[in-house]
């Protein structure tokens, strides 16, 4: 099989989405060797690092995120309409010229504001799939409803899905039931379990660390990260305060897109109290496995990543202008995976509580109740689905089946 997959995520804040697609993408291309993965995002921090073999980026012009469902561009001197017209544009040339069998799409079901259409318009006219790929928490129920039904979501994914792949377990949050998908969505819903980056081999992953968590006879290491870093300041902030004097040593990654001028504060800072700063680590999962604990916010991929591999996490999530990091914080703290501080709670004094609380505690008691309570499988169960469709050919596969339910 020689299919074409092309991956489309919008990436207005954070890395989220890219990381999701690019565990899926190595997945898909390991299972099927002869695959190519095509990857649509406006994220160009991560380049071509970590690219799995057949996969190749298409950079968008990049989006910030100003509002909910609301978007500017976030480097050219544009209006919100001219960059999306241009975005447009590039990904419907994509789908005319690279042919692609299946298009999986992240969260938004036509793209931002609809810059998707066409594109999806034009995979329609040569028999291709759309697939549509949900994170496993949204925001509360009532405002994906209302979102949804001022933009009509629901008729959106109805028209275009062909799949709807959910990455996550619905024992933990049963996205089909808590946001009322309609029953014929519901038949096209598969439950995958968590997506996770595949852990480099262990010299790789080693030779990558920060200076302090390889040294012999240290101290114990404590690692704060907010993922792409846009709205970390304040979290980073604390943990640098906090580190201060401690009985730990500490490093910060602070995301390519935290402002220049945040960066060059919490750097400063950094320096003073003696904590290690790094500005952009693609690799800072590979990290979790070395240090004894690790201070975050609530975003998918680093709690799906850490609790995987049994690190001692404190989550201080984000709460606006979502509130799903919060949800999933505290459905993962309920299972005993990790330690929840919410934001307006927060303050230098607890943080250092919480973190000498969390520095010794058992790395594989945290990681076989992790196991034994979330599925991490979901990059290859995700690809398998993606390579069904691809093998459709005749148009045959099944639209009605009942909704996938793990453990029911």
Request: glycine residues 10%; positive net charge; contains cysteine.
């Amino acid at each position: 099989m020689n299919g074409r997959f092309v991956f489309y995520s919008h990436d207005g804040v954070g890395l989220g989405h890219l990381r999701r697609n690019l565990a899926i993408a190595a997945a898909l291309t390991e299972a099927e060797p002869n695959a190519s993965v095509l990857l649509a995002s406006g994220c160009d921090e991560l380049g071509a690092h970590g690219l799995a073999p057949n996969v190749d980026v298409l950079v968008l012009p990049g989006l910030k995120k100003v509002a909910n469902g609301r978007y500017s561009a976030r480097r050219l001197r544009m209006s919100g309409h001219e960059v999306r017209a241009l975005r447009s544009a590039q990904l419907e040339a994509a789908v005319r010229s690279f042919r692609p069998d299946v298009i999986l799409v992240d969260k938004h079901p036509v793209g931002v504001r609809g810059e998707l259409r066409p594109a999806l318009e034009a995979l329609r006219e040569r028999g291709g799939r759309a697939v549509l790929g949900l994170r496993d928490i949204l925001d509360d129920a009532a405002s994906v409803a209302e979102e949804w039904s001022a933009t009509g979501v629901i008729e959106q994914m109805e028209h275009y899905a062909d799949r709807v792949l959910i990455y996550g377990d619905p024992r933990v949050h049963d996205l089909v039931g808590e946001y009322g998908l309609p029953a014929s969505l519901a038949a096209l819903s598969r439950y995958c379990g968590y997506v996770v980056n595949a852990e480099p081999a262990r010299g790789q992953a080693v030779e990558a660390l920060p200076a302090f968590a390889t040294r012999l006879g240290r101290r114990p290491t404590v690692l704060a990260t907010a993922g792409g870093g846009e709205d970390g300041f304040g979290l980073l902030g604390a943990f640098v305060r906090a580190a201060r004097d401690a009985a730990w040593d500490a490093a910060v990654v602070c995301g390519p897109q935290l402002s220049a001028a945040r960066r060059h504060e919490l750097r400063a800072r950094s320096l003073e109290s003696g904590v290690e700063f790094h500005v952009n680590e693609p690799d800072v999962g590979s990290w979790f496995s070395h240090v004894d604990a690790l201070v975050c916010m609530g975003g998918y991929n680093t709690l799906c990543e850490a609790t995987s591999r049994g690190t001692p996490t404190l989550c201080v999530p984000r709460v606006r202008p979502r509130r799903e990091q919060l949800i999933r914080a505290r459905a993962f703290a309920r299972l005993g995976l990790l330690r929840v501080v919410e934001p307006d709670a927060l303050t230098t004094d607890l943080l250092r509580r919480e973190v000498a609380g969390l520095v010794g505690a058992s790395r594989r008691r945290l990681a076989e109740r992790a196991l034994a309570a979330l599925g991490f499988d979901g990059a290859p169960a995700a690809a398998a689905e993606l390579l069904a469709l691809a093998r459709a050919r005749d148009g045959r596969f099944a639209r009605r089946r009942p909704v996938a339910v793990p453990g029911r």
